[in-house]
């Protein structure tokens, strides 16, 4: 029991990181805020924020069950991840974990949103704002990326109930969206400026996954690698 309640709450844990990072932070405030800006009514802005944070959330977790519910359909990948996943988890949490400290770069260029359609989908009310937060969560920045395919798809591929990793990510990411969010609707203007401090605090959290991350996978590396050739 024990065992799930870590890994759902690693699963939360880098939604959270996620939304955090620099690049989706200064994504998910510009949005809230210009969204903020285009509506009158203080409950439709509320609720246009509440509708982005729902559309990232439904991003990250259908793309992640669609990956893994594709995966394990398939035998000879299945056959191939149920017999060599804990060896290769190691290797990819290392190198995450070096990523998250900054040894390694890695370079995603997601797609982008014209102007003009963010402005269209910013008047189209609660529609127009899920919309929004769907296509923005699947602009992948570096960051991102590194923890939704290097880190969470290969942990939910590991375990039996994976398939609620992806969920629990995408509800992570919307966490402090939604913070940001009641905040400007019940016009607390400290709150941006305390949003904006998160991008300091996320350099410590990254940096302290990141070598949690790196002794984790030392130790899969060694039960699953190395004992099985001594």
Not at 100 to 113: D, K, P
Not at 131 to 152: D, E, I, M, R
Not at 154 to 178: D, N, Q, R, W
Request: aromatic share 12%.
């Amino acid at each position: 029991m024990s065992g799930i309640l870590i890994a759902f709450g690693t699963a939360l844990w880098l939604g959270i990181l996620t939304s955090i990072s620099p690049c989706p932070l200064a994504t998910n405030v510009a949005a809230v805020s210009y969204l903020s800006k285009k509506i009158l009514h203080i409950k439709a802005v509320l609720w246009s924020a509440v509708a982005y944070s729902l559309g990232r959330m439904v991003a990250y977790a259908v793309l992640g069950v669609i990956i893994i519910s594709s995966l394990h359909s398939v035998p000879v990948i299945a056959q191939f991840l149920q017999r060599y996943m804990n060896k290769a988890l190691g290797p990819i949490l290392v190198i995450v974990g070096l990523f998250l400290l900054g040894f390694l770069r890695l370079n995603v260029s997601g797609f982008s949103i014209s102007s003009e359609k963010q402005e269209r989908l910013a008047q189209a009310g609660t529609k127009g704002a899920f919309a929004l937060g769907f296509l923005f969560a699947l602009a992948f920045c570096p960051t991102s990326a590194a923890l939704f395919f290097g880190s969470l798809i290969p942990l939910a591929l590991k375990s039996e109930i994976g398939i609620i990793f992806p969920i629990l990510y995408g509800v992570g990411t919307a966490l402090p969206v939604m913070i940001f969010a009641i905040g400007i609707a019940l016009g607390i203007s400290s709150v941006s400026r305390w949003f904006h401090k998160m991008s300091t605090l996320e350099r410590y959290t990254k940096k302290i996954t990141g070598i949690i991350f790196i002794v984790a996978g030392a130790y899969f590396i060694w039960a699953h690698i190395i004992m099985s050739i001594l």
